[in-house]
């Protein structure tokens, strides 16, 4: 969002909007025409296999994406549809998809947070109404056209973010949880900043990713580098926020203003979110207070423990 130089984010991607991509042998990328300040160029649905196929993120609730995911889709059957998380810029055309193949559809168990909890601040609020017909658990193995997927449950983005890894050719379909344009956006309460570190240091531990694909922008050509750097960069944003509770900054609207000076106005709910989801940190780890009993909140006051 903002502080960018600690990181190299890739920001060249040509989406090839409705066009199938191929990215690797047997695995095409399509692209959604939803750009954004929060999905970048636009969603990114992926097709697995030649005569067979299995898709990972459907997409946004576009006519367009769809007509264009029915073109690539063509004859072909799907055998499953696979869901990296909620958010509706994924999920929009899992249910027209699941009629249109009779494909079932596999995602992780929804997350235990109460609707009325939920923020709205970021653009794409989870998708609480979606049926899924079977929940997939950490670690599983998918027998794949090209080959076995294996589930790694990576919480952070949202409590139910999956990634996939495909490997034979090392390519870890990563979802939000990792992408090559920006950081990913963690917003309490349905993402967790300690999760997500957690889950930071889990694809850090992994040794047979080579490529990653994200759900929006191209692919991170070099993980382990670009996971140390985006491990640093939270941690530097981490102590920068401690620093100004610990110099009296008592709000997150104030921390906000101290930290992200230039930010477009648009991206401001979600840089309070992502600054509320450190303090949240912060709470756990015992180094920050707040008058709130149980989940800090953004309204909330803080001060140094
Ligand atoms: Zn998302």
């Known amino acids: 969002m903002s502080e960018r130089d600690d990181i190299r984010f890739d920001t060249e991607f040509d989406p090839r909007w409705g066009e199938p991509v191929e990215v690797r042998a047997g695995v095409a990328r399509l692209t959604a025409r939803n750009a954004g300040p929060m999905t970048f160029k636009g969603t990114n649905t992926y097709l697995l296999g030649e005569t067979r196929l299995v898709v ?15 073109r690539a889709i063509g004859a072909r059957p799907v055998e499953a549809i696979l869901l990296t998380h909620r958010h509706r810029d994924h999920t929009g055309l899992v249910d027209r998809l ?3 193949t009779r494909a079932p559809v596999l995602a992780a168990p929804p997350r235990a947070v109460a609707p009325t909890a939920r923020s709205g601040a970021t653009d794409a609020p989870p998708d609480d109404e979606l049926l899924v017909d079977r929940y997939l658990a950490d670690a599983e193995t998918l027998a794949t056209p090209v080959g076995t997927l294996e589930v790694v449950a990576t919480p952070g983005h949202t409590v139910d973010h999956l990634a996939f890894a495909l490997a034979g050719p090392g390519i870890l379909f990563s979802g939000d949880h990792v992408m090559a344009w920006s950081t990913t956006v963690v917003a309490p309460p349905e993402g967790s900043m300690a999760a997500f570190m957690a ?3 889990r694809l850090l531990a992994r040794e047979t990713d080579r490529i990653y694909l994200p759900g929006h922008g191209g692919p991170v050509t070099r993980p382990k580098p670009f996971l140390r750097a985006l491990r640093t960069h939270r941690r530097m944003r981490e102590a920068g926020i401690l620093e100004r509770v610990r110099a009296g900054d008592g709000s997150v609207a104030e921390i906000v203003a101290a930290l992200y000076r230039s930010l477009d106005p648009q991206l401001r709910g979600a840089a309070a979110l992502s600054v509320l989801a450190h303090l949240e940190a912060l709470c756990q780890a015992g180094l920050v207070r707040t008058d709130s009993e149980g989940a800090p909140r953004v309204d909330g006051l803080f001060w140094p423990a």
């Open 98 to 100: 699941r009629r249109s």
């Open 56 to 70: 990972i993120d459907p997409g946004p609730a576009d006519d367009g994406h769809f007509e264009a995911l029915q």
């Open 199 to 201: 889950s930071i240091e």
